[in-house]
């Protein structure tokens, strides 16, 4: 149980264009989800967290107009990438929390942008 | 904290010893921590958890120690075996607001046969 994906896990697009993740939670609903960035050996970055039905809040220095995230359902979470940008070349990992009482964080698999 | 650097620590062992991985959070309100492990390519995996009024929880061949004295989290594996391989990130949150997850470094284990 407790299972997340992500889609597309790679893509590749051109500069000046914009691409959607997709994140699920496939056996639970979950009351947040969260999008962190990682850079080649670096740790996480929180980029947002976005409540079912509300607008998502984003930490200091992420651009919200760039990274536009709809949680549109308790299942399915999207990262935007607006006009993207080889800076924004990185992993994109979602996770996914239900409403108990623990704080565990279920990962995604994560997605490989790549912008050239 | 907000994690920074470019290189991750690492650590290497010899197959079947133990490791233990060390991590110095930030801060001082953090009342619950998770280790994770992140296998290259894919999301972090839950391994172990503690909340600040304990200083030791064990699981399957894992072990976590927490001092608050000195903000500082360990991880130890017993009998290491080559699945172990992997980036280890030691996580911190508090136990208000929206339970946001802090992410340190992070060390890379690396098992030899």
């Known amino acids: 149980g407790a299972v997340v994906s992500q889609h597309p896990s790679w893509v590749i697009c051109k500069s000046g264009t914009s691409v959607k993740i997709e994140c699920r939670s496939l056996?639970?609903?979950?009351?947040?989800m969260f999008w962190y960035r990682q850079f080649p050996k670096q740790s996480l970055m929180l980029m947002a967290t976005s409540n079912e039905g509300s607008k998502a809040t984003y930490e200091q220095g992420v651009e919200k107009d760039k990274f536009l995230i709809n949680h549109a359902s308790l299942t399915l979470s999207t990262l935007t990438v607006t006009s993207a940008h080889p800076e924004d070349s990185s992993f994109y990992i979602c996770s996914a929390r239900t409403g108990s009482l623990y704080y565990e964080q279920y990962f995604g698999p994560g997605t490989r942008l790549t912008v050239t | 904290g907000e994690s920074v650097g470019l290189h991750l620590p690492t650590l290497s062992v010899q197959e079947g010893d133990n490791s233990i991985i060390n991590c110095a959070y930030s801060?001082?309100?953090?009342?619950?921590f998770i280790w994770y492990k992140q296998e290259s390519g894919k999301g972090p995996q839950f391994i172990i958890d503690i909340r600040s009024n304990m200083d030791k929880r064990q699981g399957q061949r894992v072990t976590v120690l927490l001092n608050k004295t000195v903000k500082h989290l360990s991880l130890q594996i017993a009998a290491t075996q080559p699945g172990d391989s992997a980036v280890y990130f030691c996580a911190e949150t508090t136990d208000q607001g929206a339970q946001k997850l802090v992410f340190g470094q992070g060390t890379r284990l690396t098992i030899n046969p």
């Open positions: 801060n001082s309100a953090s009342d619950y």
């Open positions: 056996d639970f609903q979950a009351t947040t």
